[in-house]
């Protein structure tokens, strides 16, 4: 139930080529309060609800706890979530051992492209694709609960 990621803003559109998955998602948040935020997420054609828990200092490590319910419960709690919704196309990209998650954030985050990753250990090593840009993990405004409420057209 820990997550250890880490995040990136990216350079180029290149990693789309590498790309052997690509999905829309679309989320809410019941509460984005940074200490333990509650989010629905519609991503193609299945629900999640998911919590989680505040950063660590570092920003990379935090509790995660993720469930799978159904299209139509999650279209209805999306009903009642806080206003501002968070729609991207994620991108999958295997690099070496890794994957990396990217998000190309449209509508009020329009032009916003990040990379995450996801490791097993805060000090873990790993292959830095050349798209991949200036690490963000620490700066709270690309954390999409952030987003949903300034967004990146606002900055």
Request: proline share 2%; with cysteine.
């Amino acid at each position: 139930m820990v997550e250890i990621e880490r995040k990136f803003l990216v350079l180029s559109d290149d990693f789309i080529r590498e790309a052997f998955s690509q999905k829309r998602i679309v989320q809410a948040y019941l509460n984005s309060d940074p200490e333990r935020t509650v989010r629905v997420r519609i991503k193609g054609d299945k629900g999640y609800i998911t919590i989680k828990g505040k950063s660590h200092n570092n920003g990379t490590t935090r509790l995660e706890w993720e469930r799978e319910i159904s299209l139509a419960e999650a279209e209805a709690l999306l009903t009642i979530c806080e206003r501002g919704t968070i729609d991207k196309i994620r991108y999958e990209i295997n690099v070496a051992q890794h994957l990396f998650e990217v998000d190309v954030f449209s509508g009020d985050n329009q032009g916003l492209v990040i990379a995450e990753i996801e490791l097993q250990s805060e000090d873990e090593t790993f292959v830095k694709p050349q798209w991949l840009g200036q690490e963000v993990t620490q700066d709270k405004r690309y954390y999409n609960a952030y987003l949903s409420k300034k967004p990146f057209k606002d900055w």
